[in-house]
Structures are given as C-alpha cells and as structure tokens.
C-alpha cells in the first residue's frame, strides 16, 4: 500500500519533532506526505495527553479526518494512545491505533499491507523493546530517523524556517501531576553524532535556525556529553547560524547553560523555565525539586549574565490545595520576575498519577478565574519585554513575506514578534533593523 499520507500533530514541539521523522519514513517507503486536510489514502493523528483538552482534541482531529481527507485510513498515534488505550479507539472510530513504540513501524506494515485491518485495531510495541542509547552504532537504531538528506526535506512540510530537532525522550522526575513518564518511559538521550548529523543536512537544506527539543532536555547525556557539549558541537557547524533551546527544567544543567549562552554567538538568548507554582507547599505538592528562592535566585544568575535574556515559563493553576494565599504567591512571582511569555494551564486530573487521588480539588470556576488573571499579567509583561527593544538593532529570522515582498513577520532571537518592512523580503531571511514602536508586543 502506497499513496498520499497526512499528518495532524497535536501538542508539544517533541510531537512535532516526531511528525517530521515520521514523514520522513513514510517518504523513504514511497509514500507522498500532503498537508492536513487533502484528501489522502492515510491520515496520522499524532496524539497528546499532557491535558485532557489534548486528549479531546486529538479525539475531535481523528474525526475530522474522516470527512476533511477523503474517508482515509484514520491512524492514531502517540501518547493518548500510550495512555487512554481502547476507549479513545471507540471514541475516534480510528481504524489503527499505535502507541509510542510501535509508530515508528507504521511506514513498514502499511507499505506491506492493503487497507484490511478491522476497525480499531490496536497495533502492540515491538517483539523487542528498545534498549536505552550508548554512543555506539547499534544505539543509531533505537531513534528511529530517515536518512538525514530526506528528513530534512520533509521539516518543510511542517515548518518554514525553524524546525524542531529532537535529541532526548523520556523522563524520569515523576512530578505528581504529569503523565509523561507513563506515556515516553524513562529517559534517554540520542547519540550526539546522530543529532549532530542531522543538523548539518537541515542546514544544508537551507534551515538558519534549528529547535532542540526533548522530554526534559536539561537531562540530555550521551556519555560524558550533556547538553552543554552538545550546544558546542552543534555550534560548530558552519551556515547555522541559531540555535534555540524549547523547554529546560529547573535542577538540571540550566545554570551551565546560562554560562554557554552568555559567550555563545549561536544560541538564541532566551530560555522557557517551567515554574508551575510560586508557593513551596505547592511545589513540595507537586514533586517539583526546587523552592520558590531556588527559582528567584535561577532568574537572577540569568539575568545578570544575558541582560536582555528572553524568559518564557509555565504556570499550572488550580493545583490540589492551591488557596487563595498560595495563588498569591504565584502571582507576586510572576509579577516580580522579568518574563516575557507565560504558558498558562488549569490542573486537569490524569488517572494514574499521584495528584489525581488528592484531595482539596480546586473548583473550575476558580481555575478559569485565575487563568484570566494570569493572562492579563502575561500579556502586560509581554508588552513590557518588547518595548525594551525599540530604537535597538535587533535580529529576525522572517517566517511570512506579503505578496508584494515588502512586509515580513518573524522573531527576534529573544522570542519576540516583530514586522520588517523593506523591499525584497523572503522567508527564510536574517535581518536587523531597528524597530520604532511597539503594539501589543509586536515591533515594527
């Protein structure tokens, strides 16, 4: 079986990572990848479970490929089916399910096979479970990527200039209210020639800017390398010219790379630092392995070393037992720190995890309530941290061009949002210039 094959990714930039290997494989087997929506032979919904909203909306996804894509084969995938199992196959009326292992042997049995599986099959793992990389060439196995040449041309299926580069999966911090470690397993890293390899074919293909990402990328090791080698390694390559860092955790090498960031030309100044709670008893609650100083003090190392860092965190409101005086803490530090970008959720219970059991439940009303407050707060500080930024040569990296070539939209390497009008823009484009105004966190 052969054909079109399309792709919808719901969730982390680690699943869009791996929407992009996955193209890659479907490609090597023949396979021509279309966007969403197409019609197709084959559409893979590429499954979140962080949230329930994720789950519900990888749900609502597998059933709008249905009637969007020309009545494909409907393939879930991923981590709500690593999690969720046989109740979300009846509620998405897929026709295969595969969980985190087995996706990567979707391009080798559909290649193989015609359209004949009974509805809401659930494909199992692999007969051998994969082993945990080294730096030995059997490890190159376990991370299952295409040919580097090819996957980098799949990247421009999904993206346009920064594609997202996946160097570590798993975790092994068991904080009480995440699933990830039940749907990725422990963690493990990819062998740093690998990474390194495919960093230097997207960038032959044209890429300027590449994403790491992983599971809990502070936890990167292969060998006696960790992520601050491999930021060196990486920044060698000739003709990438950024290099932008997704998520690090709190407790991990995040002060190390400070230090790299700091001296680095290649690694874009800004940094996302899950807090999820400025209250102790909360954060103990949480299993989170650091305090509310700890966090301030991380802050304050950063700042001083990259005076215009750009710093991005998570915040998870409506956490068992967050009262009223522990949300107050939160936003006393959301206010004092210098963040310009705030993921904001409300708690959602995961069965299986600690914190789903716990009791003093936060009411919705209250978690909606104190999202919107946290939400003013964010779009403040962004408006903020922009304005820093006019009358200063900045750099973007254009990701749209108008029609007639003369207006662009990017960001600069501290993540915020500018427009660049001059003539003969493209994207894919580095340019400085230096913004006059700011408008809702937007420079131009």
């Known amino acids: 079986m052969t054909g079109k094959v399309a792709f919808k990714t719901i969730g982390c930039r680690l699943n869009q990572a791996e929407t992009s290997e996955l193209a890659a494989l479907f490609a090597a087997q023949g396979f021509h990848v279309v966007p969403f929506g197409e019609a197709c032979d084959i559409c893979v919904i590429h499954t979140c479970a962080v949230t329930h909203k994720a789950v519900t909306d990888s749900a609502r996804a597998a059933r709008l490929a249905r009637t969007r894509c020309g009545n494909p084969l409907v393939v879930i995938a991923g981590c709500a089916v690593e999690i969720c199992g046989p109740p979300l196959v009846a509620r998405t009326r897929a026709d295969l399910a595969v969980g985190q292992a087995a996706k990567y042997t979707l391009p080798n049995i559909l290649q193989r096979r015609e359209k004949c599986f009974p509805p809401g099959t659930i494909l199992p793992a692999p007969a051998v479970a994969p082993q945990p990389p080294s730096c030995d060439d059997s490890a190159l196995a376990y991370w299952p990527t295409a040919d580097f040449p090819a996957a980098a041309g799949m990247f421009t299926k999904f993206c346009t ?8 999966d798993g975790c092994d911090f068991g904080c009480t209210y995440c699933i990830v470690p039940r749907a990725r397993g422990p963690s493990r890293s990819r062998p740093l020639r690998q990474i390194t390899g495919q960093a ?55 002060r190390e790379v400070i230090d790299y960031m700091a001296s680095s030309s290649k690694l874009c100044p800004a940094l996302h630092i899950p807090m999820q709670s400025g209250d102790d008893r909360v954060l103990r609650s949480m299993g989170r392995r650091y305090t509310s100083e700890d966090f301030r003090r991380l802050v304050a190392h950063a700042v001083e070393k990259v005076p215009f860092l750009g710093l991005g965190t998570d915040i998870l409101v409506g956490f068992p037992g967050e009262d009223d005086a522990a949300f107050a803490a939160t936003v006393n530090m959301v206010n004092d720190l210098p963040f310009n970008n705030l993921h904001v959720f409300a708690y959602s219970k995961r069965p299986g995890t600690p914190a789903a059991v716990m009791t003093r439940q936060v009411p919705e009303t209250i978690k909606r309530d104190r999202v919107a407050e946290l939400i003013k707060i964010a779009q403040r500080k962004r408006e903020q941290f922009a304005c820093r930024f006019v009358r200063r040569e900045v750099s973007v990296l254009i990701e749209e061009v108008s029609p007639g070539g003369d207006e662009g939209f990017g960001w600069t390497r501290e993540k915020v949002r500018a427009r660049v009008r001059q003539p003969g823009l493209q994207v894919n484009q580095i340019v400085n210039f230096v913004p006059r105004s700011c408008d809702q966190g937007i420079l131009s």
């Open 161 to 168: 200039t920064r594609p997202m580069l996946k160097v570590q």
């Open 200 to 254: 230097r074919a997207l960038t032959a293909a044209g890429y300027r800017e590449i994403v790491l990402t992983g599971a809990n990328l502070g936890t990167y090791r292969d060998g006696k390398a960790r992520l601050p080698e491999l930021l060196a390694a990486l920044e060698s390559i000739q003709g990438l010219e950024r290099i932008r860092l997704s998520s690090i955790e709190c407790s991990t090498t995040e």
